[in-house]
């Protein structure tokens, strides 16, 4: 049992690390003002690697495991949450999805322009009534032919105007069976999809999260992912992969949120000495320097699992639950930290805080991972 990253998970975290500061830095408030979703920047993050990290080389991926995964996730997040969230989304949703459960032909056709982000990936299951109650969904799928003709929307889709190529579940079955839903790909500029409204968050702004919408939308055969009736039960498999993803973001979060907190704590002089020297607020980064340390170690377990083909629902939801909890009380911290200074656009922590939330939201509810793991614990 090592610890330790390899040289190689070394290196990827440093090229991680540089790719970060000098591309995403010097733009972040930038971005965030003006809601602006760089697609340029994701194009280079597609040259270095980033946007095809689990995907065979001989796909035009890097052909990594999740261990790096999660270090190229932290890197990027520490500096930008809401990069680190679209990279994520691209990843481990729709790339993974059509990785995972494509033929052979299907996966030749779309996977090397999204591993090198030539094309941007979206992957669409929510919708406007059905959050945590997927299988509620309203969005239909009905066969005509050698085709399916999709009609309905999904809601709080990363990528859902920009996206060239969306992977969503909708419904060919009756409403409420969890074998009714079916996957399919739907590539930008087919008749009858379109892009709705695109949200006006509170964080993670630079993201972008939008409708999806089909109307009469006429697709072949050959876009479906899988047998009909197998979408729903894919999108677990793919939500257990994308948890370590969500938690990985949450990791850089935290991580960024303590690192400026120790640093200003360290300069910041009240009473004749630094205020890193008073125990109410040393107490506070033992907790959570404490609290992040956990979270890496849960995180990395489920890589593991992970990588060697295991059941990694269980601790895929307890790494993202403990991960996403820890970064929002450590973004808060900081902001306490910082005092009036932690509440301004002049310091990190203030985006910090407000992109932390939606970790604890985003692929599944802090709630709905409690029911992951009890269902599991109590089997």
């Known amino acids: 049992m090592s610890f330790d990253y390899s040289e190689t998970q070394q290196m990827v975290a440093a090229s991680a690390k540089e790719f970060a500061e000098q591309y995403i830095r010097p733009y972040v408030m930038e971005w965030d003002e003006a809601q602006i979703f760089p697609i340029e920047v994701f194009k280079k993050a597609g040259e270095m690697g980033f946007m095809g990290v689990l995907v065979p ?31 994520a989304a691209h990843n481990s949703l729709c790339t993974n999805h059509i990785l995972t459960f494509g033929n052979e032909e299907q996966k030749k056709k ?53 996206g060239d190529i969306a992977v969503v579940i909708v419904r060919t079955g009756d409403k409420g069976d969890s074998h009714g839903m079916t996957a399919f790909v739907v590539e930008k500029g087919t008749p009858g999809f379109a892009s709705g409204k695109k949200e006006n968050k509170l964080g993670m702004r630079a993201s972008e999260t ?6 009469n939308c006429k697709i072949p055969d050959a876009n479906r992912l899988g047998g009909v009736g197998e979408g729903f039960v894919q999108s677990m498999k793919i939500l257990d992969g994308g948890r370590i993803s969500i938690g990985a973001l949450s990791l850089g979060i935290a991580k960024g949120a303590y690192e400026a907190a120790l640093k200003y704590s360290k300069e910041r002089v009240q009473f004749g000495k630094p205020i890193s020297q008073f125990q109410g607020i040393s107490f506070k980064l033992a907790d959570m320097a404490t609290e992040i340390e956990a979270s890496e170690l849960l995180l990395h377990k489920a890589a593991f699992l992970k990588n060697e083909g ?15 909890e820890v970064c929002v009380k450590a973004a808060n911290e900081a902001v306490q930290i910082h005092g009036g200074y932690g509440y301004t656009k002049d310091f990190p922590v203030e985006k910090f805080y407000r992109d932390s939330k939606l970790c604890t939201i985003g692929e599944g509810t802090t709630e709905i991972q409690k029911v992951v793991i009890a269902r599991k614990i109590l089997k």
């Open 57 to 87: 080389a001989e796909l035009g991926g890097s052909g990594l495991g999740y261990h790096e995964y999660i270090a190229i996730l932290e890197e990027i997040s520490k500096v930008d949450p809401s990069i680190g969230l679209s990279v």
């Open 110 to 162: 779309w996977i090397p322009k999204l591993a090198t982000a030539e094309w941007i990936g979206a992957w669409g299951l929510t919708e406007h009534n059905t959050g945590s109650d997927a299988a509620g969904m309203n969005t239909t799928a009905v066969k005509e032919g050698d085709s399916w003709v999709l009609n309905g929307a999904k809601n709080f889709i990363t990528h859902g105007k920009s």
């Open 210 to 215: 939008a409708e999806l919408v089909f109307d």
């Open 310 to 324: 295991r059941n990694v629902t269980k601790l895929g939801a307890m790494a993202k639950m403990f991960a996403s």
